[in-house]
Antibody
């Protein structure tokens, strides 16, 4: 069955770089896209970016300059790297699948990232 | 970027009542070539990940109860719950996947009286 699981550090210092991994199973990264969505505590959902089945990427306009999404298809993993972290980046980060590049049909459990010194 | 506006921000209803919530987009989500609206609805219960309820504005996902009804086209969309149950306590988000960046509405919080 389709599964996604996020992993990464729970605490990151301001101005440092966040590195998250999404490990997937039950589907191929070369046939589906994987997206990152984040949710600050008590707030709504924000689309962060995506890596498409062909390997190209798209990013949230406001985060583009700090963000990089990549993948390792042999390990079924997708990576998110965001630099120059600020307290406003504190959020739960979800990875989610999009079949055919449309609606987000399967979601991981999310990983809480706190930016604090 | 396409802006998604949801109203109301919160709503309290009694079990068994009907509830409607609105989602408006800043540009049409109707793709002329296939006549599909690129709009999804998600349900997020407290402490859980979002769950896809409806895609293409009106297509329920497998296993979603038929009391959840999506409607609308173009820029105006509605999610209706025909008879609210206690387990429907959640925040409901609309999302457009017509163009990148994908964007979400700010959510409608459903409370049960």
């Amino acid at each position: 069955q389709v599964q996604l699981k996020e992993s990464g550090p729970g605490l990151v210092q301001p101005s440092q770089t966040l590195s998250l991994t999404c490990t997937v199973s039950g589907f191929s990264l070369t046939s589906n896209s994987v997206h990152w969505v984040r949710q600050p505590p008590g707030k709504g959902l924000e689309w962060v970016g995506a890596i498409w089945s062909g390997g190209s990427t798209d990013y949230n306009s406001a985060l583009k300059s700090r963000l990089s999404i990549s993948r390792d298809t042999s390990k079924s993993q997708v990576f998110l790297k965001m630099n120059s972290l600020q307290t406003e980046d504190t959020a739960i980060y979800f990875c989610t699948r999009s079949e055919f590049g449309v609606r987000l049909d399967y979601w991981g459990q999310g990983v809480m990232v706190t930016v604090s010194s | 970027d396409i802006v998604m506006t949801q109203t109301p921000s919160s709503q309290a209803v009694s079990a068994g009542e009907k509830v409607t919530m609105s989602c408006k987009s800043s540009q049409s989500l109707l793709y002329s070539e296939n006549k599909k609206n690129y709009l999804a609805w998600y349900q997020q219960k407290p402490g859980q990940s979002p769950k896809l309820l409806i895609s293409w504005a009106s297509t329920r996902e497998s296993g979603v109860p038929d009391r959840f009804i999506g409607s609308g086209s173009g820029t105006d969309f509605t999610l209706t719950i025909s008879s609210v149950q206690a387990e429907d306590l959640a925040v409901y988000y609309c999302e457009q996947y017509y163009d990148t960046p994908f964007t979400f509405g700010s959510g409608t919080k459903l409370e049960i009286k």
